[in-house]
């Protein structure tokens, strides 16, 4: 029995003073003045306690191009944990040729062994034959409620729009969620075509490449196919000032339609890709304008986008150089492999780690959220859309035990060594924080406590989902 005491209970609806009872894995008690005798007790006066985060766009250990994704599900739990984090989704590639299940497999072989914390699937449709179709409702009995499909990444990834139609309504009759990939393929093909035939091969051409206005049409598209199939929609990764007002046109209109956006659409612009270590930045989509950046800002403010996701997916930088994880050397070809042209760059960077210090300081510090908008928008909606809730997300009692004790006062500057993301660098290297995580636990077992790593590989566990997801 763990007695939590005297912290502040920081929850998506309110903070209050009170106490928080585990037995075994579960919260048993939340009140005040409880005094159990025998309980190990944890001093949490002056501190916040809140859920564990809850990230539900990661990708670990993904093969891209000529490598892979740097974080495989131990790292990329245990830079979670650090963080604040204590449950993860990941995307299931759906497999060339085979059955989905085939690719849940794959993905069970991969993450089982090594999950440090708790962690769910969502799978990609990214090809939709008569086999596919009939495959898709049989990812519930999976515990894969959620599909994500793509308009871009024409001949790898892309479906017609007929074919996301196609997919919302198989979804809305399972009781699934679709996730989508907003962003306009034509365009960007068309684009890239026309920028290498005139030798533009450095970084920032990646985001000239992907303009804001395909996103824009994209995030429209996607939200009048969802509300002509009735069906509900979350659209991942948003980074454009217009897309949240076509989210915005389409709430206000009835159409179920969520948004997530990511730390790195709050803070950087395409102008960083232009510096000579740009590739850092290079993600799917890219870094907009800092008038994007407000605009997403407020958008949270104002609760017009329901989750701050991290769309985690690493590199090195230079991955001829190793770096040194847990005692050991690592390398992994990274960013440098489109030293020569910004279309072989990997896509992707890191942020699992960095989402919650990163939103609290420049977030709740900065007044742009309350604390509770905060556990709102990293934990409690998450776990509300991904049908976790009040599993995940909560500090009630039957919740799991996931919980993070927060210190508001610690100051650290920020970097790659308190990251613990196995990569050789950080997006927010240098930035001066107000608050951060002193001790995570994950179903009552302490995992981190301070600087001190206690979780271990194998000890996460699979989330099947089911359908219960809301839309909020
Ligand atoms: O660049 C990115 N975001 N890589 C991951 C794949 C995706 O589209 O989310
Ligand atoms: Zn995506
Ligand atoms: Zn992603």
Known sequence: MLLIKSGTLITAEKSFEANILVEGEKITQVGENLDVSGAEVIDASGKLVMPGGVDPHTHFDLEMFDTVSSD???????????????????????????????????????????????????????????????????????????????????????????????????????????????????????????????????????????????????????????????????????????????LRYARERGAQVMGETCPQYLFFTQEHLRSSDGAKWICSPPMRSGQDNASLWQALSQDELQVVGTDHCPFFFDGTQPIEYEGQEVSIPGKELGSEDFTKIPNGLPAVGDRLPIM??????????????????????????????????????????????????????????????????????????????????????????GERWLGEAGMGQFLQRGVGGQVI
């Open 72 to 246: 495989d599900h131990y790292t990329g739990h245990k830079a979670a944990a650090f963080g604040g984090t204590t449950t993860v989704m990941d995307f299931v590639p759906q497999p060339a040729d085979g059955p989905l299940e085939a690719g849940v497999e794959l993905w069970h072989e991969k993450a089982d062994a090594k999950a440090a914390i708790d962690f769910g699937f969502h799978m990609n449709i990214t090809r939709l034959d008569k086999k596919t179709a009939a495959e898709i409702p049989r990812l519930l009995d999976m515990g894969i409620p959620t599909l994500k499909v793509f308009m871009a990444y024409n001949g790898r990834l892309r479906l017609q729009d007929g074919e996301i139609f196609k997919v919302l309504q198989l979804a809305k009759q399972h009781g699934m969620l679709t996730m989508l990939h907003a962003e306009n393929g034509d365009i960007i093909d068309i684009l890239v075509s026309e920028a290498l035939s005139a030798g533009h091969t450095s970084a920032v051409w990646h985001a000239r490449t992907r303009p804001s206005w395909g996103a824009v049409d994209a995030v429209l598209r996607g939200a009048a196919l969802a509300a002509q199939a009735d069906a509900p929609l979350y659209i991942v990764h948003m980074n454009t000032a217009g897309g949240v007002d076509q």
């Open 360 to 449: 609290w300081t420049f977030g709740v510090g900065a007044g742009h959220l309350t604390e509770n908008q905060f556990v709102a928008l990293t934990s409690t909606n998450p776990a509300k859309i991904f049908g976790l809730y009040p599993r995940k997300g909560a500090l009630q009692v039957g919740s799991d035990a996931d919980i993070v004790i927060w210190d508001p006062k610690i100051k650290l500057t920020y970097g790659v060594d308190h990251s613990h993301q196995r990569t050789d660098y950080n997006l927010f290297e240098g930035w001066e924080l107000k608050g951060f995580p002193e001790k995570v636990f994950l179903r009552g077992r302490l995992i981190v406590d």
